[in-house]
Every structure is written in C-alpha cells, then in structure tokens.
C-alpha cells in the first residue's frame, strides 16, 4: 500500500540522528515521505536535520530542514510558522526528541533534573501547544509522542530524570486524544524498547570492540526475540498510527520491543 501518507504534511522533531546510521526520527521522517508526505524535518544539529532533508529529496519525495531548540517556546512557534510558510498546513506532528543523562534522585543535579525535562517532556507540550490549534482550525491531525519501555517499566538503569519524562509522555498524550478527539485530532504514543540505533552506538563508543560486543549481545539477549529492534521497527508502528488506518485509535500506546516488557524481568 503506497501513498497513505499524500497530500500530508508531517513535523518531525528530532528529524536527524546523533551519528552515522538509523534513528528513529530519522527513519519516521523518511518513512512518511515514502509514503507521500511532506515533511519538515526540524533538529537542533542543522546538520544532521539537511542530513535527513537531503535522503528524502534524493529518493524523489518532498522535504524541508529547520533548525530549533524545541525546549524553548519562541522557537517552537517560529518553527511552527516556518513550517506553514513552506507547506501550508501540519497534518502530523510527530516528537521524537529525547535526551538521557544518568543519576538517581540523589545523584542527579537540579540543573540536569530541569535540562532534561525540558527537552524531553516540555518540548512535546510546547509543539503541541503551537500545532494543535492549526490541526483544529483544519478538523484534523495525528500526533504521535516517543516515550520508552523506561517510562513504563525498571530497565535495571539509574536514570530517574528519563524514566519520569517517559512516564508523563504517555499520560500527557492521553490528555491531549482526549481534548481533541471530537475536533478530529488524534494523539498516541509509540513505546520503544531497546532499539539499536546511532544513539546507542554513541554510547559503546567508549568501549573496546570486545566490550562493545559483550555490551550488545547482553542487550541482544534480554529480548525474548533474542535481538533489539532498529529504528526501523519503531518508525513502521508510527506510521500506522498516522495513517487512516488508525483512524479509530486514539488515546493508547502501541510498545514495540520484541516482548519486552510481558517477560517478567
Ligand atoms: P537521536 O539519534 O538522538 O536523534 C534525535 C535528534 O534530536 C538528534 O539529532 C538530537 O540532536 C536532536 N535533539 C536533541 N535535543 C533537541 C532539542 N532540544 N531540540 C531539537 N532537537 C533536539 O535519537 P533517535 O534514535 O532518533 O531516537 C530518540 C528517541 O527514541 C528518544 O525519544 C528516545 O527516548 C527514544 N527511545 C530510544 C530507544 C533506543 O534504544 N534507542 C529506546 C526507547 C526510546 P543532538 O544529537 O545534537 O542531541
């Protein structure tokens, strides 16, 4: 089925990737060009969101970059209007940006505590608050929110900062299917678990090539399908979220982590 996406236009924050290979944000934003939307591929590294620009144009589909701190309100509105300015409407807004820094409640600063509840958490208010009143005036609109297994479940990790902003994405997006469910917009989020991506490459890069292997084999290991998924996966959930077959769904979660998180861990 190709064109489930024509004629739409789709916000991807978080559009680029923080290395070499496959993001999420990165593979939704060329998913839903492949599927015939245009899509504003928004990222605070310019360069990594021309990056995810430049794949789309090159296989023959509609993009544009833009550059933003979408913690911060003026940027998200500027971003919003850039965005009509070049494509007219926004049919999805999908928020894909999320940041890790680790510590338990006594270890994490106040400052780090702020810094990634604004980016995480703060930036989904923010876009939505800009977007959605443009998805009303139209009467229709899909917003799809990245939360994680973390948010849902102890991954065994000291990051209580993330967890928490994972959490709340997910009641955070029930809310807004709620509010706006009667002015056609819909609202659902995608819980990731343990995918293999740029970001998690980024991670073993300290490592020697032996730990490293260690390192992703363990993670392979505690999937009950024996493998972490790629960003792929967690962009092929998304788009069926966005799309009109999903046009009944609203207020959930789709978690997509290869039995993750029904194992008993
Ligand atoms: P990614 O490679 O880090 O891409 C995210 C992009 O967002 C990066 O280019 C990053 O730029 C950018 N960004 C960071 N802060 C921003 C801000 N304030 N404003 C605008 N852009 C900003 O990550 P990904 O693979 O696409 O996926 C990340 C999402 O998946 C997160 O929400 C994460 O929690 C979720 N997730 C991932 C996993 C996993 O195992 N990989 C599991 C569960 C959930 P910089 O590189 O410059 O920071």
Not at 15 to 42: D, Q, T
Not at 144 to 160: D, E, L, Q
């Amino acid at each position: 089925m190709a064109g489930r996406l024509k004629d739409r236009v789709a916000v991807v924050v978080g559009a680029g990737s923080c290395g070499p290979g496959w993001g999420n944000g990165k593979a939704a934003a060329v998913l839903y060009a492949r599927e015939g939307a245009r899509v504003f591929c928004v990222d605070i590294d310019s360069k990594a969101a021309e990056e995810t620009r430049d794949i789309i144009i090159k296989e023959g589909n509609m993009a544009a970059s833009y550059t933003a701190d979408v913690s911060r309100g003026n940027q998200v509105e500027a971003m919003v209007n850039a965005c009509l300015s070049a494509f007219d409407r926004i049919d999805i807004l999908h928020n894909n940006v999320g940041i890790v820094e680790h510590g338990g409640v006594v270890e994490t600063t106040e400052d780090s505590w702020d810094h990634v509840l604004s980016v995480n958490l703060k930036s989904i208010f923010l876009t939505c608050k800009h977007v959605l009143p443009h998805m009303e005036k139209a009467g229709k609109g899909a917003v799809i929110n990245i939360s994680s297994t973390a948010g849902v479940r102890h991954m065994g990790t000291k990051y209580c900062s993330y967890t928490s902003t994972k959490a709340a994405i997910i009641q955070l997006t029930r809310d807004i299917a709620m509010n706006y469910a009667r002015s056609g917009i819909r609202a659902n989020t995608i819980i990731p678990g343990v995918i293999h991506t740029p970001l998690v490459e980024q991670f073993y890069g300290g490592y020697s090539q032996q730990e490293r292997e260690r390192m992703i084999a363990y993670r392979n290991d505690q999937i009950p399908m024996g493998r972490m998924g790629d960003a792929w996966d967690v962009a092929h959930a998304s788009l069926f979220l966005v799309s009109d077959e999903a046009r009944y769904i609203t207020g959930t979660e789709i978690v997509v982590d290869g039995g993750l998180i029904a194992k008993c861990l």
